[in-house]
């Protein structure tokens, strides 16, 4: 699965758009009307960052105004790629968090709205650099709701740049502030503990670290006093279940995929049908004898291509239809074989059938002869 699909999920949500003024806060009107002047002008790059740069001029000290005006100017120069620019004006944003100018849930609204343009319209390195410098005022203002979940953006960032040395470094530092002093859990820290976790998840997956990885995935399960948003869940799940199936333990495998499916379910992640396969996967492989895709929760799927294929490879198999299979197999390979997970354990699942087909045969017999097989 990508990264993507299971990363932290914000508290709020919050609209990106030029924001309107939130009131009149006794400023003085002229400087007003300059702003407003300003964002009329914002098609004409240099006209709107020196009517902007006025309105800061133009306050004997730092005011709401300035702040509004400097967060334009920034927007401005990130939509024109002037990135070197957009760093200088972002300082002097934060300038106005540290000294509390504007109200804390509004400095806290404007650093996310430049948190997720960046993100979208900058370079890796640059969005490191951006959440850092972030990362440095939100400590010093003291604010550790919005310092954890800018920390967690970061470590999204890091991974999906495969720099897990500064990765394990920033992981290490946010598990700290979820724990005390004896090591346990502080209660209200226990979801981004677990959305903590979930990164080491990911970083010992992609780096193949069998043992860490088990035993990340033991304290996930072990922490009782999280709400995580059920895509975290789904991932910690669909991990537990690929875990066991290394081990050869079908039946936990699939209890874990189920979750992992139910849970990705809830939070409309694609990814859902892509782990309903893997539940299909242990559920042969298990021998058990009820069919995954019977069930209610995955009803809704029969007719996505990928369970359409996976249908055709379960009847094969509980028909004992060893050419059957291999044809399926064969018809299917984008949605079966080309997932490397699933094609793992195809030898596996070829010999289930094979034993079970030949168990059949020989069933009715007493004596048979070897070359009669």
């Not at 304290?219 to 999280?226: F, L, N, P, T």
Request: net charge negative; aromatic share 10%.
């Amino acid at each position: 699965m990508s990264d993507d699909d299971f990363m932290y999920e914000d508290e709020e949500e919050y609209e990106f758009e030029y924001e309107e003024d939130d009131g009149e806060g006794g400023e003085d009107v002229g400087v007003e009307n300059r702003y407003y002047n300003a964002k009329g002008l914002r098609d004409d790059f240099d006209a709107a960052i020196r009517e902007f740069q006025t309105v800061v001029d133009d306050s004997p000290s730092l005011t709401e105004w300035g702040f509004k005006a400097t967060k334009q100017m920034l927007k401005l120069c990130l939509r024109e790629s002037k990135y070197d620019q957009v760093l200088s004006y972002y300082e002097k944003m934060l300038d106005y968090v540290r000294q509390s100018i504007v109200s804390r849930n509004y400095a806290e609204k404007s650093i996310n709205n430049m948190l997720e343009r960046v993100s979208l319209a900058a370079t890796p390195d640059f969005i490191q650099r951006f959440h850092q410098m972030t990362l440095l005022v939100l400590k010093e203002t003291k604010n550790d709701r919005l310092w954890l979940r800018t920390s967690l953006r970061l470590a999204k960032i890091l991974l999906d740049q495969r720099e897990y040395q500064a990765l394990d470094t920033l992981l290490s530092e946010l598990r700290c502030e979820c724990e005390d002093d004896s090591g346990a859990v502080i209660m209200e820290r226990g979801t981004q503990l677990l959305e903590i976790h979930a990164m080491y998840l990911a970083m010992y997956s992609a780096l193949e670290e069998h043992k860490k990885l088990k035993d990340t995935y033991l304290q996930c399960m072990a922490i009782k006093s999280a709400i995580p948003h059920p895509r975290i869940m789904g991932f910690i799940c669909e991990c537990g279940g690929k875990l066991f199936m290394g081990e050869c333990n079908w039946e936990q495998a699939k209890a874990n995929f189920f979750d992992a499916f139910k849970n990705y379910d809830e939070a409309g992640s694609p990814q859902r049908v892509q782990v309903l396969k893997y539940l299909v996967l242990a559920s042969l492989l298990s021998e058990s004898e009820v069919n995954p895709l019977s069930g209610p929760e995955a009803m809704s799927y029969v007719n996505d291509p990928a369970i359409v294929a996976i249908t055709a490879l379960v009847a094969a198999f509980e028909n004992q239809d060893v050419v059957g299979f291999e044809h399926t197999l064969r018809q299917n390979k984008v949605h079966i074989q080309d997932d490397p997970f699933i094609d793992r354990y195809i030898v596996d699942l070829r010999r289930t059938l094979r034993m079970q087909a030949l168990e059949g045969a020989v069933r009715p017999y007493t004596r048979i002869r070897i070359d009669s097989l």
